[in-house]
């Protein structure tokens, strides 16, 4: 039977990047498809200019990137009626995931201690080997052996399972469904439609190197079925002249986003990051920067020490837990069903009235979340000023 020191499953930003933070163990990376691989999810790297300062790795794959578009404008509609546009310095980039996490994953293997296999888990169980306390992963086929556990492998880990955790209910994930359009570009802003159809979520197109991405994003079960919904903001897209009559939708593709960090994210021997452990920011669906970034906390905290890891991950962990907006302290059930309810569905009556106190809002929101530490040293939205675009609605 094979033995590791560690063995990180799932080989996505979280997992690569948990792996590239570990020094001197012995670490096997597993995840049940071959690199490159699709992925249904959306490529958004908000902030993405000061992700160099944060991230290692990065900053070595960063050039190599020939996917990246970024973006500086955005527009922003309650459901169909335009409120405001900002334009930035620097708004974020736009990446084809595949090549993304493919380059993420080939940097974390040029390290001497890290090797990669393709892996379905199965089950997990822990036990003893020769004296030493770990875990046994299968496949159905075949077996490993590590004594320590990083569990990187998305929203319905397996190894969030074997922590304990219960399989989230519907009010716990949102759903997504996104169309990759080819066509001519007619503009290169952003532009979200917050509450669209009067659902709790919202509608995007966010420009791409051949097109655009058209999409929503829902939390809770929508009323009727998502791509009727996706459909329609297509139709009014290219009504308000946004996409181009003549376009072609070369692939569809839907995801699951969780909505909160998990009961039990750590133990002495298992560390969950990125969607295992829930580090999404629900206000905008980021999660790219805080899978990387509880990957980089969890590869670290393991490396330095394997004794307290449970306590020393939770101390280290809380930056995360602060950035993504009180879903660690308020349960989803009362977040989405209360909040999101009011702001969104109720939000309608709000549509006829003077949206300037909004815009102060919005402008907070774009500064504060958006981009999220300005003030670091070296940062490049440092000196930036959000120009505030008045009635730019074309």
Same mark, same amino acid.
Request: some cysteine; overall charge positive; aromatic content about 14%.
């Given at each position: ?20 933070? *570990?020094? /001197? ?20 790297? !908000?902030?993405?200019?000061? =992700? ?12 190599? *990137?020939?996917?990246?578009?970024? &973006?500086? $404008?955005?527009?922003?509609? =309650?459901?169909?009626?335009? $409120? ?6 620097? +708004?974020? #980039?736009?990446? &084809?995931?595949?090549? +993304? ?17 393709? +892996? ?23 077996? %490993? ?26 009010? !716990? ?15 290169? #802003?952003?532009?979200?439609? !917050? /509450? ?6 919202? /509608? =995007? ?63 002495? /021997? ?6 295992? !452990? ?5 206000? $905008? ?22 004794? #307290? ?10 930056? %995360?837990?602060?950035? $993504?907006?009180?879903?660690?302290? %308020?349960?989803?059930? %009362? ?16 549509? &006829? ?5 909004? &815009? ?6 774009? @500064? ?25 609605? @074309?």
């Amino acid at each position: 039977m094979e033995t590791y020191d560690v063995v990180v499953v799932g080989a996505g930003p979280a997992g690569s990047t948990a792996a590239y933070y *570990i020094d /001197g163990l012995k670490t096997l990376v597993v995840d049940r498809y071959d690199f490159p691989r699709h992925k249904a999810c959306g490529g958004g790297l !908000m902030s993405v200019r000061d =992700w160099h300062l944060e991230f290692e790795n990065f900053a070595k794959i960063e050039k190599s *990137i020939t996917s990246a578009y970024s &973006n500086f $404008i955005l527009r922003i509609y =309650w459901h169909q009626t335009f $409120i405001t546009a900002r334009r930035f310095k620097h +708004f974020f #980039d736009q990446v &084809n995931r595949s090549e +993304f996490d493919h380059l993420l994953l080939q940097e974390t293997l040029k390290k001497e201690n890290v090797s990669f296999r393709k +892996f379905t888990l199965r089950t997990m169980s822990r036990g003893t080997l020769g004296g030493k306390n770990g875990y046994f992963l299968s496949d159905g086929e075949r077996e %490993i052996f590590a004594s320590f556990v990083i569990g990187a492998d998305g929203m319905l880990s397996k190894v969030a399972q074997f922590l304990g955790n219960k399989p989230r209910e519907r009010h !716990m994930y949102g759903t997504c469904l996104e169309y990759d359009i080819a066509c001519e570009k007619i503009s290169d #802003d952003v532009s979200v439609s !917050m /509450g669209y159809g009067s659902e709790i979520g919202y /509608g =995007w197109i966010f420009p791409t190197q051949k097109g655009y991405y058209v999409g929503i994003g829902m939390v809770r079960e929508p009323r009727r079925v998502m791509q009727e919904y996706l459909d329609e903001y297509l139709a009014w897209l290219v009504e308000k002249g946004q996409l181009p009559k003549h376009h072609t939708i070369t692939r569809t593709v839907g995801a699951m986003l969780p909505l909160r960090v998990v009961q039990r994210y750590c133990s002495d /021997g298992v560390l969950l990051c990125g969607d295992a !452990m829930g580090s999404v920011n629900i206000l $905008i669906g980021e999660g790219i920067y805080f899978a990387m970034k509880s990957g980089k906390i969890a590869g670290q905290t393991l490396s330095t020490s394997r004794g #307290d890891l449970r306590r020393r991950y939770k101390e280290n962990i809380r930056s %995360i837990a602060r950035s $993504i907006a009180f879903t660690v302290y %308020i349960p989803p059930k %009362i977040f989405t069903i209360t909040f999101w309810t009011i702001f969104f569905r109720g939000g309608k009556p709000f549509e &006829n009235l003077n949206m300037g106190w909004f &815009n102060v809002c919005i402008h907070f929101f774009t @500064r504060r979340i958006l981009h999220r530490k300005p003030w670091v040293p070296g940062s490049y939205y440092a000196d930036e000023k959000i120009e505030w675009l008045g009635e730019y609605d @074309r």
